[in-house]
């Protein structure tokens, strides 16, 4: 069975073949982000490129599947093929689209964002999409304390230490020398806010390219710091005393290759244009919705809510405002070329981050919004406290809810009970907070 998704895609087992690799991780990932595979011998890769590659859709996780279900089948998308000999010799990914009875599957999350992306192309319009990617480096003892990696990572104001960027020396290249290999164009590696944190930047591409880069780059870290007997974490908030790990998204417009966002008249200072102000307005008017999916855990409200850190800031917006070159603002304008949303977390899928964002942005479009004049920091709507919320804002928000449903019905409902669920658990159990607080209080 062929599909649209190989029409101009590299043939995969050429690549295979070229590349004298010997196996291929078949990837895909459900709504939590999780990263699913199957590892395909070279001698199978023409029926992985064919007929792709199938699993038992419940047991992969949220992908809105019950155990009586038609298997789902991975379709590989060779125009992904990324090999990956630093992890192990011979070793290739590719990323894949999951299908249900020859139809795209509803629930996977990279069909979803194709949908939204599809529908930003009908106007004319191309999102190119930048990630930064945060995560800390912990070790996890035999009695569950965490601490961090480096024991002498212990500064006030560690972010950007020339020495702690030198003691994770050896991990930190041999992710930036990976990346670089792959021409995803490195340009910095750098110490963040909090002790062990850490953040390693690559260039914008188009928006599905970079969702599939971001949880490459996932796998990379998790696998490479595995290598090095240490923990990546992209959890929110793993310390509560510590910065909270955020996954920012810079996001620009382009018809073809020519920029809409940046004006040489923009009387409000910013360098925007009129298009670029109304994508802005439809991302602050759906913001609160927004934060479901891109703040999606109960831990990601113990990084938007905190109130202090150490280092004395948290660097996450509490209010849905925008602004200037600013980074307390839900949305940053740190020049006329792009526009950076804060409000998202390391927990966020990229492909379903990336759909919400774009649907929030064209309908701000669509409706000619204006977002009025840049705020301070201060001003704006208050963003959810909870993930409960968030979640009650997805449900009544038709332009985010339907971005999840771009494939098919029942997804953003589906989502919205997962979540649901999920505070709900997290609320039922009692932890040592409540430990320390009632247990001879009365």
């Known amino acids: 069975m062929t599909t649209d998704l190989q029409t101009d895609a590299p043939d995969l087992a050429e690549l295979v073949r070229a590349d004298g690799v010997e196996f291929v991780l078949a990837v895909f990932v459900d709504l939590t982000g999780k990263p699913c595979a199957k590892l395909v011998p070279a001698q199978a890769v023409e029926e992985l490129r064919d007929e792709g590659v199938g699993f038992a859709g419940y047991a992969v ?14 379709r590989p998308d060779a125009s992904s093929y990324t090999p990956i000999p630093f992890v192990k010799p011979g070793l290739a990914l590719v990323h894949c689209d999951p299908y249900v009875e020859g139809r795209q599957w509803p629930y996977a999350p990279r069909v979803i964002l194709r949908k939204l992306v599809e529908r930003a192309a009908e106007q004319g319009l191309l999102l190119s999409v930048g990630a ?3 995560y800390f480096l912990v070790n996890r003892d035999e009695h569950g304390t965490l601490s961090v990696a480096d024991a002498r990572d212990t500064a006030a104001r560690p972010c950007y230490d020339a020495r702690g960027l030198t003691r994770m020396y050896d991990h930190l290249t041999a992710v930036s020398t990976a990346m670089n290999s792959l021409g995803w164009g490195n340009y910095a590696n750098d110490h963040e806010d909090g002790n062990g944190q850490f953040e390693q930047n690559f260039r914008h591409a188009d928006a599905l390219t970079t969702a599939d880069r971001v949880i490459t780059l996932r796998y990379l870290v998790s696998v490479l710091a595995e290598q090095r007997g240490m923990t990546a974490t992209f959890m929110p908030k793993p310390f509560t005393e510590r910065t909270g790990t955020g996954m920012h998204l810079h996001l620009s417009l382009w018809r073809g290759s020519e920029p809409t966002f940046p004006a040489m008249d923009d009387a409000r200072g910013l360098g925007l244009s009129p298009l670029a102000y109304s994508f802005v307005a439809g991302i ?5 919705a927004l934060q479901a999916v891109i703040a999606p855990t109960v831990n990601s409200y113990k990084r938007t809510g905190a109130v202090s850190t150490l280092s004395g800031a948290t660097w996450t917006p509490r209010l849905a405002g925008y602004g200037g070159n600013d980074r307390t603002h839900f949305v940053r304008v740190p020049d006329g070329n792009r526009v950076e949303l804060r ?4 927990a966020a899928n990229p492909y379903l981050a990336a759909a919400a964002a774009l649907a929030a942005g064209l309908d701000g479009i669509e409706r000619g919004l204006d977002p009025g004049e840049p705020g301070a920091a201060g001003k704006g709507p208050e963003l959810p406290p909870t993930l409960l919320h968030a979640v009650e804002a997805l449900q009544a928000d038709d332009v985010i809810s339907g971005a999840l449903d771009a494939a098919g019905s029942g ?3 589906y989502f919205a009970d997962l979540k649901r669920e999920e505070f709900f658990a997290w609320h039922s159990t009692v932890g040592a907070w409540e430990l320390d607080r009632y247990l001879t209080a009365f």
């Open 61 to 74: 996780g949220a992908l809105g599947q019950q155990p009586s279900d038609p298997d789902v089948i991975a």
């Open 132 to 134: 930064e990617v945060e």
């Open 284 to 288: 602050v008017e759906h913001a609160r």
């Open 343 to 346: 409000g998202g977390d390391g």
């Open 411 to 413: 997804v953003s409902q």
